[in-house]
């Protein structure tokens, strides 16, 4: 039977979601938090509970490969990773499984394509804080597989519009590994929206009285993204990309969203909005795109 | 003077991984063989690494477990094998440094965690300058929102925690020139520079910097950007901070050790050592910046107003939600500041008489501590130091302004200078090229005196009369 995408989830990757949480894994922990967001994801797990699935692909703006994409190529990983960034928040201790088979179908059929790709099968590397965020928030077990994708800066190096193109090659190896794989997939599009930052942390960091978008231009810009996602216009919204990822410095720039919904052939059904919410200043929504329900 | 060295190094694996498998790789490995033997030789016991593959959102962070351990894999680079490390951390100096920045108005935190992943350039750096941990280091990161005057503000506050300290320390920054990668896979023996354009650049870096004009070269850092880096997470500001913690000015012995492609980059390792007589001059002048004042309450309420900001740094307290501008004195009145050297004898800071503000005497001590930036001119035995009259001179300056701006007036408002040298052959020049970047539009009468010695181990020290503010 062919392999088939499930489920896509569009899953942020703040490490405040999983420090509000205080899971067992992660060394602090919180009194509360970004609700909105926890909640949302709460929401989709329970909605990822009814669909049967074997693994999980994510790709993380936080592993950046500027030659060519990269997948994980060990089969067990077993680590402490502390966010570079927010180390106060997030040191959270992972042990992961890679379906490892997935993931070098999907690196040589992207060859094939013509990309630049590449496993990473040095047992020592520490995976990206991006990707475990991601995977824990959608599924805490940790008891699927999962195949992590790097994410190739080719905006940097040339403009959305080749990321976009690149990530449309991905997304044809991707779709046409699962369906050789015989798998049923979730698609984890591991980044934010607006992604302007503060530059500043409240002395208490789950203060939720001083949490609040960046500016109200990243708001619109949000909002404008999420209500075409919901409604299927997900062409326009790819259209849009490059104007929105630069207004609104999005982490869309990564190629994770783009990546997904080519990978679901651009969805013309509305996206299942599980919550917005902004993180320290960036916009963050959690949406489900679900084939199969449609 | 304190900072006996500044080093620059790129921070691609390459050279500590791989460096047989390239002719230019193992030139870069040799060049930072070099840079070691000089950062030995010039009895530095300190490394403070700025590196650009250490972006940090939440202001600057700043290592401090003192004993960081762990296998590094570089997340692109991976392939070339895994770097165990164990550094030598100088976990003090970090604290220190954490606060000079946040009493020049930084946002600045330490990071004392076990598993901290320290980045590629660092380890690098650290890896091939430092093998046997014999020195002690502090990494700082770079902020990917910080401007030039962010950036800038750094650097001096790694200057003031490094001059407190009286700690010799050798400052390294980790960067390529050109910064453009291949995007595909290559040999070993197909790397070059990405572009005729990039080397073209590389070449002009490799000038000023082998003259040793780190602040032209600072100056121009917008320029590269544009010209020959790839807008990645951090952009080019490494110069802005070095040259900020090295005194901005050019007066280096530039030497390059060496310069080859790194997988399509610009990879140089360069030293620079403080002289008195090399590059001369700076060819280009942007506006210097002391504390910084840009937007960083985000997070709610109302923007401390640039006054408390001020008085944050002065005081070395956090800013209070708004601070009134200090009230003219009274004709008569005596000033006296608890932000300036607190005076050495039955005097006042400042004292009006009618429109006019007359200033006793003011040298480089810095309140409360009474520290002497640049050094002082002889230790505690008696014998000489080799002190740096440039920084004697900018604290003279910046505690005249202190006392200026605590009678509601400034630099701006002063109308005669005397000022005192206690060596004239040596200090003139920079005590004059200190003095006119501050006071050549201001437009200040001065006579410059040779004294035999001052009640404190200073250098320099100016008597200013300025107009008083309206009453």
């Not at chain 2, 870069?28 to 000089?38: D, K, N, T």
């Not at chain 2, 004195?329 to 006042?348: C, F, L």
């Amino acid at each position: 039977m062919a392999g088939s995408i499930v489920a896509g989830v569009l899953a942020p990757h703040p490490p405040h979601l999983v420090y509000a949480d205080n899971p067992p894994q992660n060394e602090p922990s919180a009194e509360c938090g970004w609700e909105t967001l926890r909640w949302g994801y709460e929401r989709l797990r329970k909605d990822l509970e009814k669909l049967d699935f074997d693994t999980l692909i994510v790709l993380s703006p936080h592993w950046q490969t500027y030659v060519g994409t990269h997948f994980l190529g060990v089969p067990q990983f077993k680590s402490l990773s502390v966010d570079p960034v927010f180390p106060n928040l997030f040191r959270y201790h992972y042990e992961l499984d890679v379906d490892v088979e997935l993931a070098n179908a999907i690196c040589a059929a992207g060859q094939e394509a013509g990309l630049v790709t590449r496993m990473m099968e040095n047992p020592d590397f520490r995976v990206d804080y991006g990707t475990i965020v991601s995977c824990h928030l959608t599924r805490p077990e940790w008891d699927k597989p999962i195949v992590g994708i790097s994410s190739c800066r080719s905006t940097s190096y040339y403009s959305v519009e080749v990321m976009q193109e690149q990530a449309r090659a991905l997304a044809a190896a991707t779709r046409s590994a699962i369906e050789a794989s015989g798998r049923r997939v979730v698609l984890l599009a591991s980044n934010s929206l607006s992604h302007r930052h503060f530059t500043t942390e409240s002395a208490v960091p789950e203060d939720m009285s001083k949490e609040h978008i960046m500016h109200h231009g990243q708001y619109l810009w949000d909002m404008r993204a999420i209500e075409l996602l919901r409604h299927g216009k997900t062409k326009q919204f790819i259209d849009e990309m490059p104007e929105f990822t630069s207004q609104a410095i999005s982490e869309t720039d990564a190629g994770a969203l783009s990546w997904m919904l080519y990978s679901l052939g651009l969805p013309t059904y509305d996206a299942e909005l599980y919550g917005y919410g902004t993180v320290i200043g960036t916009g963050n929504a959690v949406m489900g795109w679900f084939p199969e329900s449609t | 003077m304190n900072i006996v060295k500044g080093i620059i190094v790129p921070g691609i694996p390459h050279p500590l991984l791989c460096p047989e498998k390239n002719e230019g790789w193992s030139q870069l490995r040799a060049g930072f063989e070099a840079a070691r033997a000089e950062i030995e030789a010039s009895g530095a016991e300190r490394l403070l690494i700025y590196s650009t593959m250490w972006p940090s959102v939440i202001g600057h962070q700043i290592q401090a477990d003192p004993e960081p351990e762990w296998v590094h894999v570089d997340e692109m680079f991976h392939y070339l094998g895994s770097i165990p490390y164990r550094f030598r951390i100088d976990a003090d100096f970090g604290q220190a440094f954490k606060e000079a920045a946040q009493a020049r108005g930084l946002q600045a935190r330490t990071v004392a965690y076990h598993g901290f992943p320290i980045d590629t350039g660092s380890v690098v750096a650290l890896k091939l300058l430092n093998p046997d941990n014999r020195i002690p280091a502090s990494i700082v990161s770079s902020n990917v929102y910080a401007d030039r005057a962010e950036t800038t503000v750094l650097g001096k506050a790694a200057r003031d925690a490094i001059d407190a300290s009286g700690v010799k320390t050798a400052v390294v920054v980790v960067m390529t020139l050109s910064n453009r990668l291949f995007t595909d896979f290559i040999e070993p023996s197909e790397d070059h520079i990405h572009s005729p354009k990039d080397e073209e650049w590389n070449q002009k870096l490799l000038e000023f910097l082998g003259g040793g004009r780190l602040e032209d070269v600072a100056q121009l850092s917008r320029t590269i950007q544009d010209q020959i880096r790839v807008q990645k997470v951090v952009n080019f500001k490494p110069m802005w901070w070095m040259s900020a913690v090295m005194g901005q000015h050019n007066r280096y012995d530039g030497h390059v050790h060496a310069y080859a492609p790194l997988f399509g980059t610009g990879g140089a390792v360069i030293s620079l050592t403080p002289s008195v007589d090399s590059a001369g001059d700076k060819e280009y002048d942007e506006e210097d910046v002391d504390v910084y004042k840009g937007d960083r309450s985000v997070l709610g309420g109302a923007l401390p107003s640039a006054q408390s900001v001020v008085t944050a740094f002065e005081s070395k307290e956090p800013a209070a939600p708004s601070t009134p501008a200090p009230s003219a004195p009274a004709d008569g009145a005596m000033v006296n500041t608890d932000t300036a050297p607190a005076p050495v004898g039955a005097y006042p800071h400042a004292r009006r008489e009618g429109d006019l503000l007359f200033l006793s005497g003011v040298g480089p001590r810095q309140p409360g501590t009474n520290a002497i930036p640049g050094g002082a001119i002889r230790d505690d035995a008696g014998q000489p130091n080799d002190y740096d009259i440039a920084a004697q001179t900018e604290a003279v300056i910046e505690n005249v302004r202190r006392i200026l701006h605590a009678a509601g007036s400034s630099l701006d408002d002063v109308i005669d200078i005397t000022a005192f040298l206690v060596d004239m052959d040596r200090d003139f020049t920079g005590y004059n090229a200190v003095y006119a970047k501050h006071f050549t539009s201001v437009g200040a009468t001065r006579t410059t005196l040779a004294i035999s010695a001052l009640p404190t181990p200073i250098a320099v020290e100016f008597k200013v009369v300025a107009r008083a503010p309206v009453a």
